[in-house]
């Protein structure tokens, strides 16, 4: 599947939850990693928010997060409430498919490809969080990356897409 690279406006992904609500993500992020800033993990949390954008504009792409943005993004999912009312936003709900971690499963052009979406959802991807799971400038717990979906109808690794709301 191609991606339409033509977004009207630039988005910020902080109007996609409430202040309380990124703060209460953030915080997740920060007690699954001892020691990270805030300003970190609400970058991180941020990447992750764009990612779900992403998947939401484009179910069919074969999406998947990179090792720091799986972080934030697994903080998320933990937010039940705050996912539920994002999944409202977006017009889609993004599921979550657990897998083994496997570093041997890496697939760079998922990760550009993701990249690509996020932009054409309006977003900036910060190119510092979407770098293969052997890099670790920006250490996090997280150690998975996810393999492709079921086949038809679904992003790749950890979300597939039940549809419109």
Avoid at 2 to 18: H, N
Avoid at 103 to 123: E, N, V
Avoid at 128 to 146: F, K, L, Q, R
Wanted: charged content about 20%.
């Amino acid at each position: 599947m191609s991606i339409t690279t033509e977004a009207p406006v630039t988005r910020d992904a902080r109007d996609l939850l409430t202040a309380e609500e990124l703060t209460a993500v953030s915080a997740t992020v920060q007690l699954n990693n001892p020691g990270m800033a805030l300003s970190v993990a609400e970058s991180i949390v941020l990447e992750a928010l764009k990612f779900e954008a992403a998947c939401a504009a484009h179910p069919t792409a074969r999406l998947k997060p990179s090792r720091v943005v799986d972080e934030g993004w697994h903080a998320l999912i933990l937010h039940t409430r705050v996912k539920a009312k994002l999944a409202e936003r977006l017009g889609l709900f993004v599921h979550h498919v657990p897998e083994a971690p496997d570093t041997g499963r890496h697939d760079p052009d998922a990760l550009a490809r993701t990249q690509a979406a996020i932009s054409a959802a309006g977003y900036t991807p910060v190119p510092a969080m979407w770098t293969g799971p052997s890099d670790t400038s920006i250490p996090v717990a997280a150690s998975c990356e996810h393999s492709p979906p079921p086949p038809e109808g679904s992003c790749t690794g950890d979300c597939s897409n039940t549809g419109p709301n």
